[in-house]
């Protein structure tokens, strides 16, 4: 390599890494303080989504779940995100993700950084994107783009009880939630165009549930006592050990808890939705197991907003109608 075509490179390094210093990387929270003592979660993408970082493999003998084999350039990505604790001594490496298009950290700053933790980020992105530049087999990409990621990152600030454990589980199981949805794509992706009885509906999930021959639409009034919650509950999980199929909006508190519990029974269940479906929203947490598992369906009769509304009384009746309907449609 020759000496111009290195200083070229640490030219382009300390330019991009000074980035970090910029108040437009402030990505969440305008008002928060980036160099406290704070756990934060970190998402970057390759540049077009390419899948440069390795590729997604089935369990075997050796993974109990999908996992993703790293490329040569995906090692490299792991050991510079390791570097980060290195650089930086105050500053903890808490769970890492390597997916194929991008990549998933935690980093814990356990006391006041002398600078914005965006800058060590920053600065491991643009090792990493020296690395690609360096490889032989990357050549022709970089010809084409002149980094390796997409323009800045996503971050979020997790101080609420339980968010690190939380949101630690869900970036260690994206192998095999992006394996689900690989293999099962028509169960993560909003169905339009479907009209149950006389009411156009956009689905996810598992659209055979409304096919099946036997569905109990779950409604409770809104002044049912906990005992007479406790009695429909017992009652309606009782049809589900029948093998019926739960449908309801979940409006009213005995209603929330009879879908509550079947759902935690395994219960395969249709559920009405006041909000419709936003691009690209896929289900999350249990309800992406439900969906994986082919025991759940979403229904929306109505369009996505953003806002936060309340449930009218006309909607309560519509939803409670298209229960009805969904009980005898037949597909």
């Not at 390791?82 to 500053?91: G, K």
């Not at 298009?101 to 950084?113: E, K, P, R, S, W």
């Not at 096919?211 to 005992?227: E, I, L, T």
């Not at 109505?302 to 009218?312: D, L, M, P, V, Y």
Request: hydrophobic share 35%.
């Amino acid at each position: 390599m020759s000496s111009e075509r290195e200083s070229k490179r640490l030219e382009w390094f300390n330019r991009h890494a000074e980035l970090a210093k910029r108040p437009s990387m402030k990505r969440r929270k305008d008002d928060h303080d980036y160099t406290a003592r704070c756990i934060y979660l970190f998402t970057m993408c390759t540049s077009s989504r390419r899948p440069l970082f390795g590729t997604l493999q089935d369990a075997d003998m050796c993974h109990a779940t999908p996992w993703v084999l790293p490329s040569k350039l995906g090692l490299k990505v792991v050991e510079q995100w390791q570097d980060i604790a290195v650089e930086q001594p105050l500053i903890k490496s808490v769970a890492f993700q390597l997916m194929p298009d991008h990549v998933h950290g935690i980093l814990f700053a356990t006391a006041t950084l002398p600078r914005h933790i965006g800058h060590y980020v920053s600065r491991f992105k643009a090792r990493c994107t020296a690395i690609m530049r360096g490889m032989s087999e990357y050549s022709e990409t970089t010809s084409r783009t002149p980094t390796l990621w997409e323009p800045g990152y996503n971050d979020r600030i997790l101080a609420g009880k339980g968010q690190l454990r939380d949101w630690a589980n869900y970036i260690l199981d994206n192998p095999r939630r992006l394996w689900t949805k690989r293999h099962h794509r028509e169960w993560f992706t909003a169905c339009r165009g479907i009209t149950i009885g006389t009411t156009p509906v956009t689905i996810m999930g598992d659209q055979a549930l409304l096919s099946h021959p036997y569905k109990v639409a779950v409604q409770c009034s809104r002044r049912m006592n906990a005992q007479e919650i406790e009695a429909a509950c017992q009652h309606f999980l009782s049809l589900a050990q029948g093998g019926a199929v739960l449908v309801s909006p979940c409006i009213s508190p005995g209603e929330k808890e009879v879908m509550r519990r079947a759902f935690l029974a395994g219960v395969p269940q249709i559920v009405l939705l006041e909000n419709g479906f936003a691009p690209m929203q896929k289900p999350s947490g249990r309800r992406f197991d439900a969906c994986s598992e082919g025991r759940l369906l979403l229904v929306a009769p109505w369009e996505h907003h953003n806002e936060q509304r309340a449930i009218t009384r006309e909607q309560c009746l519509a939803l409670n109608r298209l229960a009805d309907e969904i009980t005898t449609h037949r597909g």
